[in-house]
């Protein structure tokens, strides 16, 4: 695995256009993970099998969980991955998935996002290297980082999916909120919204 490092959100989206190929950002649900995981693996290895390996590069978030687990699939397939990730990543010491050919990481105060109505470095390196975007379930970055895509018109297709349930209530038993009583995220009221 190959780990670059950057400065700023465009040089790492230069980086990644400069591979030539035709890219696919997989987002979705990151730590917390997936409540039905052998389901999310089928819609995986199922997206994946439209894509032609010679000519598409896999990418997401850099880490083995959660969404994450595209790589395995897309590496057994065949595919070219990279991963954009923040800089927190690298100071948090976190693991980065085995499957990934090449690690980007951005210099960025925060895990993505908006902050301050915009998209932080990551999340802009991931939108603007992207041809298209894969969305399977989804928290609230990656709601930010589909929202913006649809913005510019790039393609991005959505599939539901439920964030894990147990993950879920004990994150909002931490952060003093209430149990939450759905688990699709914010990716999919967005799509419920048009």
């Given amino acids: 695995m190959d780990v670059v490092r950057h ?3 465009k040089l790492a989206v230069l980086a990644v256009r400069s591979l030539g190929k035709h890219i696919v950002t997989f987002v979705g649900f990151s730590g917390g993970g997936y409540e039905n995981r052998a389901r999310v693996n089928g819609i995986i290895r199922e997206c994946l099998g439209r894509f032609d390996p010679t ?14 687990a595209v790589y395995r699939f ?7 991955t ?6 927190i990543a690298e100071e948090e010491d976190v693991a980065f998935s085995p499957d990934v050919d090449t690690v980007h990481i951005v210099k960025d105060g925060s895990w993505g996002g908006l902050h301050n109505g915009a ?13 298209e ?9 990656a709601c930010q980082e589909v929202e913006a895509a649809r913005k510019v018109g790039k393609n991005v297709t959505y599939l539901p999916a439920d964030m894990n349930h ?7 038993a931490k952060n003093g909120d ?9 990716v999919h009221r967005l799509f419920q919204s048009g």
Wanted: with cysteine; hydrophobic share 40%.
């Fill in 7 to 9: 400065d700023t959100a």
């Fill in 74 to 80: 897309a590496k057994d397939l065949g595919f070219d």
């Fill in 178 to 186: 209430p149990p939450p009583t759905r688990f699709e995220g914010p």
């Fill in 166 to 172: 147990a993950a879920a209530r004990d994150k909002a």
């Fill in 133 to 141: 975007i894969v969305a399977i379930g989804g928290g609230e970055i």
């Fill in 82 to 87: 990279v991963g954009i990730v923040s800089s």
């Fill in 55 to 68: 000519r598409t590069t896999i990418c997401a978030g850099a880490t083995p969980d959660g969404i994450g």
């Fill in 119 to 131: 998209l932080s470095p990551t999340s802009t390196a991931m939108v603007e290297a992207s041809d």
